[in-house]
T-cell receptor, first 116, second 116 residues
């Protein structure tokens, strides 16, 4: 089974802090994703990466950046946390790239981030 | 118009009932389709892929209608444990540039509650 591990289940930070959310997958997948999920808004894609050092903006990238230095790890960075970034953050992986069209995504457990 | 639309429900049904969810998608170039299940405060998990000819997995049947651009999920003999949010997911090919694998687009989900 695919294992996607997020570093924290619950996290509380203060406004203005730089926040790092880490995600690791063990299936050698090329594709990795960061979403946030809010009541009434569903899952929204923040950023995704289809290879090491490659990244593309999703639907709501503002206020976020990402890092993919190693294939198994995809980090989401809140440069200066704000209260409207309080949310559930979900990491996912998918692959391999050449057969990705028929592959589902596998999610981590999620990180509930609160910005005070 | 949203790329993927679902009736948010909630659907409240008694145990043993048959319930059906529909989902419409706007991108005719969509290539693959999935149903995910999400329990309260948990990550989405793949329920089943949806194939062109329709497919069944136990009490669950998924169908795809490309001409009308909708997919459906039928649950027979509902169980209490079926209570969850069901997410319709579509994989579309980018129209211009970007990566070749496409990205998954999630509907907002349909809430199902099965009661005794």
């Amino acid at each position: 089974d695919v294992k996607v591990t997020q570093s924290s289940r619950y996290l509380v930070k203060r406004t203005g802090e730089k926040v790092f959310l880490e995600c690791v997958q063990d299936m050698d997948h090329e594709n990795m994703f960061w979403y946030r999920q809010d009541p009434g808004l569903g899952l929204r894609l923040i950023y995704f990466s289809y290879d090491v050092k490659m990244k593309e903006k999703g639907d709501i990238p503002e206020g976020y950046s990402v890092s993919r230095e190693k294939k198994e790890r995809f980090s989401l960075i809140l440069e200066s946390a704000s209260t409207n970034q309080t949310s559930m953050y979900l990491c996912a992986s998918r692959g391999p790239r050449d057969r990705a069209l028929n592959q589902p995504q596998h999610f981590g457990d999620g990180t509930r981030l609160s910005i005070l | 118009r949203k790329e993927v639309e679902q009736d948010p429900g909630p659907f409240n049904v008694p145990e043993g009932a048959t319930v059906a969810f529909n989902c419409t998608y706007s991108n005719s170039a969509s290539q693959s389709f999935f149903w995910y299940r999400q329990d309260c405060r948990k990550e989405p998990k793949l329920l089943m892929s949806v194939y062109s000819s329709g497919n069944e997995d136990g009490r669950f049947t998924a169908q795809l209608n490309r001409a009308s651009q909708y997919i459906s999920l039928l649950i027979r003999d509902s169980k209490l444990s079926d209570s969850a949010t069901y997410l319709c997911v579509v994989n579309s090919i980018p129209v211009t540039g970007g990566t070749s694998y496409g990205k998954l687009t999630f509907g907002q989900g349909t809430i199902l509650t099965v009661h005794p």
